[in-house]
């Protein structure tokens, strides 16, 4: 393996202070991972499962203060603090760089650092982007090897002198209070520490591909977002791709692996799953915008996850699959509250002790077998619908993009904007209410621009500044849309069936792309005449449908509200044709 100088130096100087036993640079050979695999179960970092029924599967536990991403303990590393935002943790560069080094300073002696060179997107592909990796987790390595294209190919492709993000991760003693997440965009590199958690130690994932790849796409004109990338072919070939971005608890993964309805099924459309989570996009030399997914597999969210609500999940999940925190059954299998099997009579909860159904904690509330955070790490090749365009480094053309959020009575079924810029007001004004499962006063509006919240690894409104100026390079914009798939009647009942039948709705959206289907002008954008969509073999009642499309002018008046606060904390630093869209969408509110 080349073991190019300034690659070598970088090493040198982070063992130097890691102190490790052993330095091993990872090929990403499948000797080698066979090899780690059974180093992994040795020390106890992976239960290996059923074999038989679960091949190439196993279970691993992290510590239980280290379950979830720690956001608060997370930082953006600018000179200057408006660099970073009034909605991201500011450390100076100087301060996070003498705090970190105060923990990583012989953080892994006795351990060995593993070496791990990785690309974001097909390796050589002008869409990729090159990190390196240093870590003293095995289980990070493994993960690496599935989420990313990992080994030896990637340090050929860098060179002698390619630039590439620097990734220092150590366990340390997995202390919460000594635990950092730290960006520093203006070194392009990432140091982690004091966890063992994947959204906090893999690195390539939102710390690279969002938090420094914002800055990145901002400096050098493309975009790094939080989008699920989805292909919908027809009989006649033809694909259509479109971005759609969602906070959590929105259905992002689901919609990413969507099954067509049977009602539909009629019509022979095919699913193709390019990514469910990051898309970088770039302008082409045809006008459009071309997406790829940066990653090679799934990090998702097991509890809930059964043939419902995501067959495709379920399959891609059989094998060669890493779980995180979910319950070990007496067979070698796993089991997690919303699996398709009934809950086992008794199993090894997710913190390694046993479980049994009707369990309760000392304030008598369930005891869970499974982390509501619990996940699954797969390799995306593993999905039925995965895409066969995965490799090409353009990526694919994207007709629409999506924004969605999780609002009872507010928003409707789906919108479409009246141009780009409102399309950005629709993105940074995008909001879920909180549901009984996350923390805070449920119904509680939150607001996550474009989904981007947590990983914008810059000020935002300069953010949204980068998209009114992509939108200006773009000439053949996609449409830009936002959905809602969560409405619900007076009774707290959901009005839209969701999962598969969401197809319908995308199926509108394509047709308002081509120019094939008609929109309802409202003060927000265009909804649907309920006519043009295909409800075969789906009974939603009129009036239903009515609500679905409603829109409330005093609803969305005392929105507008809650707007102007969020918009209030950017200052003049937010770019004036936000505040011209919130005037244009007050005004067509007051007009009769």
Not at 324 to 342: F, I, M, Q, R
Request: with cysteine; net charge neutral.
């Amino acid at each position: 393996m080349i073991k190019y100088a300034h690659v070598q130096e970088w090493v040198d100087q982070m063992a130097a202070m890691c102190q490790p036993d052993d330095i091993y640079w990872c090929d990403g050979s499948e000797d080698e991972r066979k090899r780690m695999t059974a180093q992994a179960v040795k020390l106890g970092e992976l239960i290996e499962l059923n074999q038989e029924k679960l091949p190439g599967c196993f279970l691993h536990r992290t510590a239980a203060n280290d379950v979830a991403r720690t956001e608060h303990l997370t930082y953006i590393c600018t000179t200057f603090q408006g660099d970073a935002g009034p909605t991201n943790n500011w450390m100076p560069p100087r301060e996070a760089y003498r705090k970190a080094r105060e923990i990583f300073t012989g953080s892994m002696k006795g351990r060995t650092m593993y070496v791990v060179p990785f690309s974001m997107g097909p390796i050589g592909s002008p869409f990729s982007k090159i990190g390196i990796e240093l870590t003293d987790s095995v289980y990070v390595v493994l993960n690496m090897r599935i989420m990313t294209r990992m080994g030896e190919q990637v340090l050929d492709a860098l060179g002698p002198n390619g630039e590439y993000t620097k990734c220092l991760h150590s366990k340390a003693d997995l202390d919460i209070d000594r635990r950092l997440i730290l960006h520093f965009p203006e070194d392009n590199a990432i140091w982690s520490v004091g966890s063992g958690y994947g959204g906090n130690v893999l690195l390539g994932k939102k710390c690279l591909a969002l938090r420094i790849a914002t800055v990145q796409a901002q400096r050098e004109k493309w975009l790094a977002e939080h989008m699920l990338v989805l292909g919908i072919e027809e009989p006649n070939g033809r694909i259509q791709y479109v971005a759609a971005a969602f906070p959590s608890a929105c259905g992002k993964t689901n919609l990413a692996m969507l099954i067509p309805p049977q009602g539909l099924k009629q019509k022979g459309y095919r699913i193709w799953t390019v990514g469910d989570d990051i898309a970088w996009m770039r302008l082409d030399t045809d006008g459009q915008l071309w997406a790829i997914n940066p990653e090679m597999g799934f990090f998702g969210v097991v509890p809930g996850t059964n043939s419902k609500t995501n067959a495709n999940a379920m399959t891609t999940i059989a094998r060669g699959t890493i779980y995180t925190n979910v319950a070990l059954k007496g067979d070698g299998t796993v089991w997690w509250e919303g699996h398709d099997d009934p809950p086992p009579a008794e199993a090894i909860g997710w913190q390694g002790t046993p479980w049994t159904p009707g369990m309760v904690d000392k304030d008598g509330k369930p005891r869970l077998s499974t982390h509501a955070n619990a996940r699954f790490t797969a390799p995306l090749l593993n999905c039925p619908t995965h895409s066969f365009r995965m490799e090409q480094h353009h990526g694919v053309p994207i007709a629409a993009i999506i924004f969605g959020g999780r609002r009872a009575t507010l928003a409707p079924l789906v919108y479409e904007s009246f141009d780009w810029e409102h399309g950005v007001f629709l993105g940074a004004t995008m909001a879920s209410e909180r549901t009984a499962a996350q923390v805070g006063a449920l119904g509680e509006v939150r607001r996550d621009p474009m989904a981007m919240l947590p990983f914008c690894g810059y000020n935002m409104a300069d953010y949204f500044g980068h998209w009114l100026d992509m939108g200006r390079r773009v000439t053949r914009q996609p449409r830009i849309f936002h959905v809602n798939w969560f409405r619900t009647d007076e009774k707290g009942k959901f009005l839209w069936p969701g999962y598969g039948e969401n197809l319908r709705i995308i199926e509108w959206v394509l047709g308002r792309c081509r120019g094939e289907v008609e929109g309802v002008k409202t003060p927000i954008g265009f909804v649907p005449n309920p006519k043009d969509l295909d409800m075969t073999g789906l009974d939603v009642p009129a009036d239903a449908m009515a609500k679905l499309f409603a829109v409330s002018r005093d609803a969305w008046q005392a929105e507008l509200k809650d707007i102007a606060g969020f918009f209030d904390q950017f200052g003049t630093r937010l770019p004036a044709e936000m505040w011209r869209q919130y005037e244009l969408l007050s005004a067509r509110l007051q007009a009769k």
